[in-house]
């Protein structure tokens, strides 16, 4: 083929000319519609992804992924939710020997997709606001992964996500993660008027103030998670969060949750429902919550298939045979745009009746703290009944009826009632049941929060699992799972870093040897 002269000297020409132009091209040739990075950094549109990646991770909008850390790990140790998954699953959380590639999600998986977007965003700006709450988001994504396995990597970790490093230990990571929220509060105290884009703040759309509510909440969360390691230091950092001027959550307006997702909307919504229901709501909290007659039951699960039951949940460890085993139980009642709760007022309530009760400054009485929570709880989930539930002082969990006749519990729970009873204040653990009690209800479904309660204070007493297959009978039927083995690859790919590790544990690395906070005397 031949090329015309005429053609070549008009690209020529044309070279030429771009060349020319290029000194003055981010002036002359911009385009009108597009926009700089320092526009895109003041409207957030170089901060959003990140940001979101970060939110998204808090608890995961990923649904495998969220089946595993909160339906699974969560709602099988912190009694929300029972596997209902025939035969396909021999192995798993509720019979204490949930496979590897299960246990290992939250260290596997969270973390490196947290740090990635948190460093990313370090580089991307130094806007103050940006970054404190970007700090209290790899708080509230990391703090979960610490009380699932003890040390973990934290301060060390690369600017990829690596994690083959050394590990800190839990109080390491504790006293660090203050550090961070005591940070974030102060830089966002001195800009409280100040905003972030909409675009790049899913949960509060750019307030600052209520950023600093649920920092100063989450600070109080983890101030209790330690009172029995560290009581002088609980006391303090819950002190200061609840008395610092703009404070806690005080209101369900101040509940941090995320209600945007991918396609397949809420993740819990899917993986409790995904093929007729991997899961189904867990005998526990529908025995509790019978014995309460508590109205939030239809807010939380639709009716069984049972003539004259209208919710029974499903005994936990329970070796499965088939579907029609358990296909009558009652289910989730969270559907695609339900939000995906992240921390609600009422938690924050009853960290406060439970600080009350341990004589901190918490700015009321125990009592008090702990009927606003029961009330903001039921006002969450759009329901009436507070004031009756609250006087019932003569209805007490005295076991599991099971509507199958298959697996029922005939020996009492709890003698605890709903209504405060102050002769009980003289007694400290009755008073303390009766807030765990109350705040894991009011939690669901945070399965991750209700373990971590029933490792740190032994509330509530739940039914034991039917089948036991912890490794060598480490664990009774009754006892609680301590915590997840590290990654079997750790042992492998990060061996020295894995072996310091187990050496701050105290202990063998697996389900039964506890995390350094749960260390609560005589329990």
């Known amino acids: 083929m031949k090329i015309k002269i005429s053609n070549i000297f008009f690209v020529i020409v044309v070279l030429l000319a771009t060349v020319a132009c290029t000194a003055n091209y981010e002036d002359i040739n911009k385009n009108p519609y597009s926009t700089d990075s320092e526009e895109q950094g003041r409207d957030g549109y170089n901060i959003s992804a990140p ?33 209902s998954k025939a035969s396909s699953w021999p192995n798993k959380f509720s019979t204490f020997d949930a496979p590897d590639g299960w246990s290992s999600v939250m260290f596997d998986e969270v973390i490196p997709e947290v740090y990635p977007a948190y460093i990313k965003l370090k580089g991307l700006t ?58 974030a509060i102060d830089a966002l105290t001195e800009r409280q008027t100040g905003s972030i884009s909409t675009n790049a703040d899913l949960i509060f759309g750019g307030d600052v103030v209520k950023w600093i509510k649920l920092a100063n909440s989450v600070k109080l969360r983890l101030a209790m998670r330690i009172v029995y390691a560290e009581p002088s230091i609980a006391k303090t950092k819950a002190e200061e969060a609840v008395n610092h001027s703009i404070g806690v959550m005080t209101s369900n307006d101040d509940n941090a949750a995320l209600s945007t997702f991918g396609i397949d909307g809420n993740p819990i919504n899917v993986a409790v429902k995904y093929n007729d229901g991997d899961n189904r709501s867990v005998a526990d909290m529908t025995a509790y919550m019978n014995a309460y007659k508590d109205p939030r039951r239809a807010a939380y699960f639709l009716k069984s298939g049972f003539t004259g039951v209208d919710y029974a949940g499903y005994r936990s460890g329970v070796s499965i045979g088939s579907v029609s085993e358990f296909k009558d139980y009652s289910i989730f009642n969270i559907n695609r745009t339900t939000p995906l709760q992240w921390m609600n007022v009422a938690e924050v309530m009853f960290l406060r009746a439970e600080g009350s009760l341990r004589g901190w400054n918490m700015g009321g009485t125990a009592e008090s703290f702990y009927n606003q929570a029961v009330t903001l709880s039921f006002s969450q989930w759009g329901v009436t009944g507070a004031d009756t539930y609250l006087a019932d002082a003569t209805s007490f969990p005295n076991g599991y009826t099971d509507p199958s006749g298959k697996y029922s519990y005939n020996t009492q729970l709890s003698t605890v009632t709903v209504k405060w009873n102050t002769d009980d204040e003289a007694n400290f653990e009755k008073s303390l049941e009766r807030i765990i009690i109350q705040k894991w209800l009011a939690n669901f479904p945070l399965g991750q929060e209700a373990w971590a309660d029933r490792r740190r204070t032994g509330y509530p007493v739940m039914i034991p699992v039917v089948v036991n297959n912890s490794p060598n009978s480490i664990l009774a039927n009754s006892d609680i799972p301590r915590r997840c083995p590290y990654p079997a690859q750790e042992a492998i790919n990060n061996t020295a870093n894995y072996t310091a590790a187990v050496s701050m544990l105290g202990g063998a690395d697996n389900i039964a040897t506890r995390v350094w906070w749960d260390c609560k005397p005589n329990k």
Request: include cysteine; charged fraction near 25%.
């Open 126 to 183: 130094d806007d103050q606001i940006t970054l404190s709450i970007a700090e209290i988001l790899k708080v509230l994504a990391i703090h979960r992964v610490a009380d699932a396995y003890g040390p973990i990597p934290y301060s060390k970790i690369g600017a990829d996500g690596a994690i083959q490093v050394p590990y800190d230990s839990q109080k390491d990571v504790y006293m660090k993660m203050f550090e961070e929220l005591d940070a």
């Open 51 to 83: 940001l979101r990646t970060m939110q998204s991770n808090v608890i995961s909008t990923d649904v495998n992924r969220c089946h595993q850390t909160d339906i699974l790990l969560g709602g099988a140790y912190g009694r929300y939710a029972s596997e």
